[in-house]
């Protein structure tokens, strides 16, 4: 499945001005721990920073809530993706939301840390072993309200709900994220607008076998459904394991297993394995990279001749000064098609550069490709669809103070498909943002 986020929501068009989107540059970014997916940068618990020593609106004993709230203008001039007939509309969106928070993740916060890093941060196979206990709980929810002025069959309401827990031991620490999304989402893969609805539970630990050497076991489900009986939704189990060692100060080095069963709907089942090895790079506040990869192995219910291709997953964030954040962003996965008895192998990458001009003005550009290339998963049936995805994005920020933020923005995407589907979309945007 390869979806495009609804950009006309708020939730979504504050990653890009705040800087939390990948690819945008966030102030902090923290590599999860599994490569499984985390939440999507998209997730409305994303817009808002933690910063260390905050207050709370509210504070009762160790529990701290930071509510905010998001308006929104879109103007989106293809709003299904469609080759011809395209629809244009103006959206407008209101979200209000908040984050319920009590604990340490152990370690320092550092200065405008997201949701996803921060449900992370206590979990790091670069951690040391006589790293202060990680004993943290995060509870965000945040609906969405969306009105489509011409398309009113559009207009409805998201929502998000995120919980994280984690406790430290001695040398052992457990976490559990629980996940319910339900947004509505331009696919790319199918070529329309539909409602996707997910649920995900992940639990990972880590045990420290010495001072320099540890052990990662992690665990996910994740249940993707869509409003469309038509589309195909899916079950996947994920367990990834890793062994990781020190051999630096600022790199540590891991090789992991993952194991892999998909179960999808009115389509027969899928197991793979992949042999990953991945390195870590941290140097405190200048750089941040990590790369995995290694083979897949992949077996299909369906009589499908099995498959063998390469995987990998890049992240890096570079800061070569105080006002300026690089990121580079990419990836070569396999995922299932909602539309067709069959997969897509995505690869692709991303570059972005957030620049603060002053202040209180901050600009930020980034530009992203991907190809996705399917092939049956059944037989006789066959897949010969490819698509060469491009994006371009700029965004403008200006700090009204320190709780209001205003943006404007502008995107362009295009799918070059060789099933004469393609699509090309122009948005501009709007937003207006509190925080406590």
Do not use: C
């Amino acid at each position: 499945m390869r979806t495009e986020p609804g950009f006309w929501n708020p939730l979504v068009l504050s990653l890009w001005f705040a800087g939390a989107w990948p690819g945008l540059g966030a102030e902090s970014v923290v590599l999860p721990v599994p490569s499984v997916q985390p939440v999507p940068a998209d997730s409305p618990a994303n817009q808002a920073s933690y910063e260390p020593a905050r207050p709370g609106l509210l504070e009762w004993h160790d529990f701290k809530l930071f509510p905010r709230a998001t308006a929104a203008m879109v103007y989106d001039d293809n709003i299904t993706i469609q080759p011809a007939n395209r629809q244009a509309d103006l959206i407008w969106s209101f979200s209000p939301g908040g984050t319920l928070m009590a604990g340490s993740p152990g370690v320092d916060i550092p200065q405008g840390t997201r949701f996803e890093a921060l449900r992370m941060l206590g979990r790091q196979p670069y951690l040391d072993a006589d790293a202060q206990p990680a004993k943290l709980f995060l509870l965000d929810y945040a609906p969405n309200f969306r009105l489509f002025t011409s398309h009113g069959q559009y207009s409805g309401v998201d929502e998000s709900a995120l919980l994280t827990a984690v406790y430290s031991f001695a040398r052992l620490t457990l976490g559990l994220d629980q996940d319910y999304v339900k947004v509505l989402s331009a696919m790319s893969d199918v070529g329309t607008l539909t409602e996707v609805q997910t649920l995900k539970t992940r639990v990972t630990a880590k045990y420290d076998l010495s001072d320099r050497t540890s052990l990662e076991v992690n665990d996910q489900y994740l249940n993707t459904s869509y409003q469309s009986n038509n589309l195909f939704g899916s079950r996947q189990w994920v367990n990834q394991d890793w062994l990781n060692r020190k051999v630096f100060s600022q790199v540590t080095a891991g090789l992991g297993l993952d194991l892999e069963y998909w179960e999808i709907d009115r389509n027969p089942s899928q197991t793979s394995e992949q042999v990953l090895a991945r390195a870590i790079y941290w140097l405190a506040s200048k750089l941040e990279l990590a790369v995995s990869a290694g083979p897949e192995w992949r077996q299909y219910g369906g009589n499908a001749p099995a498959t063998l291709e390469p995987v990998f997953n890049l992240a890096g964030t570079f800061y070569p000064r105080d006002s300026t954040t690089v990121t580079l962003e990419g990836h070569r996965v396999p995922q299932p098609s909602a539309y067709a008895s069959a997969d897509f192998i995505l690869t692709g990458f991303s570059l972005a550069l957030r620049q603060r001009l002053a202040a209180r003005w901050a600009v930020a550009l980034t530009s992203g490709y991907d190809r996705a290339q399917y092939h049956a998963t059944t037989t006789p049936a066959s897949a010969n669809r490819s698509d060469d995805y491009f994006n371009t994005r700029l965004g403008l920020d200006y700090g009204l103070s320190r709780r209001w933020l205003g943006s404007v923005f502008y995107q362009y995407r295009e799918d070059f498909s060789n099933l004469a589907i393609g699509f090309h979309d122009n948005r501009t945007g709007v937003q207006a943002s509190w925080r406590f």
